[in-house]
């Protein structure tokens, strides 16, 4: 087996935030000995969030076995998820800004044996529904815990309570035309083609306020393991409050 060195592009304070939390619960669950030290463990599983690298390539490179990589990995991803911020949480924080936008996006996965639930007709294709909440400046604020590919935008919205949270906060939303009939708190464009002159100059600026939430979904797609994932879709959600975990280390 070839061996070789590889970078990530992450800063070095990621690798020290990652490794001091593994310190922490190591602490915790009396760990005495381990194959690999909490800044190793803590640099496997960037490696596996960050560049999507299999189980068998990280057993390789860290000269450890395949079940350990999943151990380790499984037990970071469990550390950092713990950390997320709740929607309350954030709510407390999108209180100081002008207003938030709203988006959903789809994260792809393998086919599975129910497949159904997991089918976007939107997409055409498998995978899981996040909905995600950033400031006017497109920074990342909340990802939502995963749904079925096949559920809408606005169903997740309700279901995950973004809606309500946003009336109680009496606070502004942006988002698209999938929310239409989510409230008066969640400004969407004028929807049909025969549209008037001002119609039209509204949903112009209300699309240029949108597309900065774009930057979120830049966001976590710039981990790669998300852009297919292949592990259990009970799994999904801690993944993902990981990668925002990790993202708001680094900003």
Not at 9 to 33: F, H, I, K, N, Q
Request: hydrophobic content about 40%; glycine content about 8%.
């Amino acid at each position: 087996m070839l061996v070789y060195s590889s970078s990530i592009d992450l800063s070095s304070c990621t690798l020290r935030y990652l490794t001091g939390r593994l310190a922490v619960r190591r602490g915790e669950v009396g760990t005495r000995w381990r194959r690999l030290t909490a800044g190793r463990q803590a640099l496997l599983a960037l490696a596996h969030l960050r560049c999507g690298d299999t189980y068998a390539r990280l057993a390789a490179g860290f000269g450890i076995g395949i079940a350990t990589v999943y151990r380790y990995i499984r037990e970071a991803v469990e550390v950092l998820a713990s950390l997320a911020p709740t929607l309350a949480e954030t709510m407390d924080i999108a209180r100081t800004k002008a207003f938030v936008i709203l988006d959903g996006t789809l994260l792809p996965i393998g086919r599975i044996a129910a497949d159904t639930p997991y089918h976007s007709g939107k997409h055409k294709r498998h995978g899981m529904n996040v909905q995600v909440l950033t400031d006017p400046f497109g920074r990342l604020l909340w990802a939502s815990p995963a749904l079925p590919g096949s559920t809408h935008d606005l169903t997740a919205a309700r279901t995950h309570g973004i809606v309500g949270a946003l009336t109680d906060a009496d606070l502004k939303c942006w988002a698209d035309k999938a929310y239409q009939g989510a409230g008066r708190q969640v400004r969407v464009p004028f929807r049909g083609r025969r549209l008037k002159r001002w119609q039209r100059l509204h949903n112009s600026t209300h699309a240029k306020i949108r597309c900065l939430g774009e930057q979120a979904m830049a966001t976590l797609k710039g981990w790669r393991l998300q852009r297919k994932l292949r592990c259990s879709t009970n799994r999904i959600t801690a993944i993902v409050q990981a990668v925002l975990v990790l993202h708001h280390a680094s900003a």
